[in-house]
Every structure is written in C-alpha cells, then in structure tokens.
C-alpha cells in the first residue's frame, strides 16, 4: 500500500492489447485485418452532423428547382404533362408549350441564337414592336422575368401560318410559351366536356355591359330621393344594374 498523494505506475512489462486502427478491434493489427476499412467515430459523427445541417436547404434547392416522381400514379395526380406542339418558325421545328394560365407568350433568346448559327434570316421571321419591353412578367414560381425585347414572330402551327405578339427573355431551353393572348389567334379553344363555350374567349370571362335606359324621366331635386323605371333594350334575359 503506497503514501498518500503517490501515484502508482503500471510496470512496463505488462502487455498492453493490439488495438487494430482499421476496425477498432483488439488482439491484431491493421496490416493483419480481415474486416472493411474502419471509420473513426468522430469522422462519422461529423459527416452525419453536417448532413443534418445542409440537408433540408439542399432539398428545398431541388424541389425549387425541378419536380421528380418515382411512381406513375403520382405524376397523374399530382403533375401533370406538359400540352407540347410541334412548330415551325426561323426555318426550324421546335416545341411550344400551349399555356391556357400564362396571359403572354414568351420566346427565349436561346432559340434566336440557335436560329442564327444555322444561317437564318431572323429580320424576315421577327418584327419587332418597341416601348412594350416595360412590363414586370413572372414565371410559375413567382420569379421576376428579365424581358429584352418586345416582337412579332412568324410562327407555323397545324399548318396556320400568323405573326405573334411575345416577349423576349432569357430561358435554359429552347420551348416556346404560348399565352392566352395568341391562342385564339391560332384557332385554339378551351372547352368543358360537351359544352360548345371556348373558355379563352373574351365573352365567356368577361361579363358582358350593355346600356341602361330609365323609361320614364323624373325631376329628383338636389339631396331628394325618388324610385325610378329602369331597362335595357336586349332581349328578356335577366340582367344586374
């Protein structure tokens, strides 16, 4: 039994085990190991506390970004395709989107360029309008739209040949977007089941204003209140004054 306050050492003869620094065992060494390469706890711990901490900000990256599914049923339900048309414009066949929710069309400055390298004459297929490039366009996901330039574009669609109104901006494709404001103008209409009411149509969106006349005239003196006849001339139908 030692004084107090001594601190008692272990002999040096006294083996110690062999830890093995690959998988963290004893009894062997690293160079006699049969298991797979052992990571040190601390290393898995940082690599997993890091994951924690970037992990929900990458997904909310890639779910702004783009939408994946893995099951056919979700895409059904939950995405739906994209209503794609082949078109002719600038000498080329390309896709545009026909978009019955976007109010403009947009021509990405991408598919100029492309139809320049192939020899185009873009000044016979684009007029353009100007001081219409003033206007603050979103996309889907609210995102603020940089707008060049304001044209009309020679486009050939089921064989229809116009000049439509859109808006130049930068896009990472090549894919046209059709707006409301050129589909009727292509023949194009929207419609639900059997009903014969195009649903882009100005009539069918917007309440129809006809005059109102008072059938017969009444003096109301200033400040005064008095009922009076009122009609309109267009038919039998019930109307709202």
């Given at each position: 039994?030692?004084?107090?306050?001594?601190?008692?050492?272990?002999?040096?003869?006294?083996?110690?085990?062999?830890?093995?620094?690959?998988?963290?065992?004893?009894?062997?060494?690293?160079?006699?190991?049969?298991?797979?390469?052992?990571?040190?706890?601390?290393?898995?711990?940082?690599?997993?506390?890091?994951?924690?901490?970037?992990?929900?900000?990458?997904?909310?990256?890639?779910w702004l970004c783009a939408t994946a599914t893995t099951e056919e049923s979700q895409e059904q339900e939950f995405v739906g395709r994209?209503?794609?048309?082949?078109?002719?414009?600038?000498?080329?066949?390309?896709?545009?989107?026909?978009?019955?929710?976007?109010?403009?069309?947009?021509?990405?400055?991408?598919?100029?360029?492309?139809?320049?390298?192939?020899?185009?004459?873009?000044?016979?297929?684009?007029?353009?309008?100007?001081?219409?490039?003033?206007v603050t366009i979103r996309d889907a996901s609210g995102n603020k739209m940089e707008v060049l330039d304001s044209i009309r574009l020679?486009?050939?669609?089921?064989?229809?040949?116009?000049?439509?109104?859109?808006?130049?901006?930068?896009?990472?494709?090549?894919?046209?977007?059709?707006?409301?404001?050129?589909?009727?103008?292509?023949?194009?209409?929207?419609?639900?089941?059997?009903?014969?009411?195009?649903?882009?149509?100005?009539?069918?969106?917007?309440?129809?204003?006809?005059?109102?006349?008072?059938?017969?005239?009444?003096?109301?003196?200033?400040?005064?209140?008095?009922?009076?006849?009122?009609?309109?001339?267009?038919?039998?139908?019930?109307?709202?004054?």
């Amino acid at each position: 039994m030692g004084n107090k306050g001594e601190i008692r050492r272990q002999p040096a003869d006294v083996d110690v085990p062999k830890r093995c620094y690959q998988c963290g065992k004893f009894g062997h060494i690293a160079k006699d190991c049969r298991s797979k390469k052992y990571e040190p706890v601390n290393r898995v711990r940082e690599e997993n506390a890091q994951r924690e901490t970037v992990s929900f900000s990458t997904a909310l990256e890639e779910w702004l970004c783009a939408t994946a599914t893995t099951e056919e049923s979700q895409e059904q339900e939950f995405v739906g395709r994209k209503l794609l048309v082949p078109v002719r414009t600038m000498n080329m066949t390309v896709q545009a989107l026909l978009d019955t929710g976007s109010e403009t069309s947009i021509a990405p400055l991408s598919l100029f360029k492309r139809a320049k390298d192939n020899g185009a004459d873009l000044d016979a297929f684009v007029e353009r309008v100007p001081r219409m490039t003033k206007v603050t366009i979103r996309d889907a996901s609210g995102n603020k739209m940089e707008v060049l330039d304001s044209i009309r574009l020679v486009v050939n669609i089921f064989g229809r040949t116009e000049k439509l109104a859109m808006y130049v901006s930068r896009s990472p494709n090549d894919v046209l977007i059709l707006g409301t404001n050129v589909l009727h103008r292509l023949a194009l209409k929207l419609m639900q089941g059997q009903s014969p009411t195009n649903l882009l149509s100005n009539s069918s969106n917007e309440q129809t204003v006809y005059p109102a006349v008072v059938k017969k005239r009444i003096y109301v003196p200033p400040g005064g209140r008095k009922m009076v006849t009122v009609a309109y001339l267009q038919g039998n139908t019930d109307a709202i004054f």
